[in-house]
């Protein structure tokens, strides 16, 4: 399995931008679609983009779309958020995934990291 770790969140103010970066070992990202979710406190954890393996197709939850774009570098073997406009109800933990195809589904990913908080205040 390929291992996550994300990185890059932190405490930001509504309308400001963050880039998460999700790193991978292990084993090379391109064999990957990859995945982002996030999950509030209280709440399920529930999508917000995903990549195929090549980027040629992205996918958004209505909720971040036009705000967030997700990419990846398959040669630094890393995955990108890069989240603009930020509001207060984008806070949340942040995970990365990796699974076979670029999925909403969380059960279609094998592999997570452990999470990057982001915390957007008002």
């Known amino acids: 399995q390929v291992q996550l770790v994300e990185s890059g969140g932190g405490p930001v103010q509504a309308g400001d931008s963050l880039r998460l970066s999700c790193a991978a070992s292990g084993r090379t990202i391109s064999g990957y679609a990859m995945g982002w979710f996030r999950q509030a406190p209280g709440k399920e954890r529930e999508f917000v983009a995903a990549?195929?393996?090549?980027?040629?197709?992205?996918y958004y939850a209505d909720a971040v779309k036009g705000r967030f774009t997700i990419s990846r570098d398959n040669a630094k073997n890393t995955v990108y958020l890069q989240m603009d406009s930020l509001k207060p109800e984008d806070t949340a933990v942040y995970y990365c995934?990796?699974?076979?195809?670029?999925?909403?589904?969380?059960?279609?990913?094998?592999?997570w990291g452990q999470g990057t908080q982001v915390t957007v205040s008002s």
């Open positions: 995934a990796a699974g076979p195809g670029a999925s909403s589904r969380f059960y279609e990913y094998a592999s």
């Open positions: 990549i195929s393996r090549i980027g040629a197709g992205t």
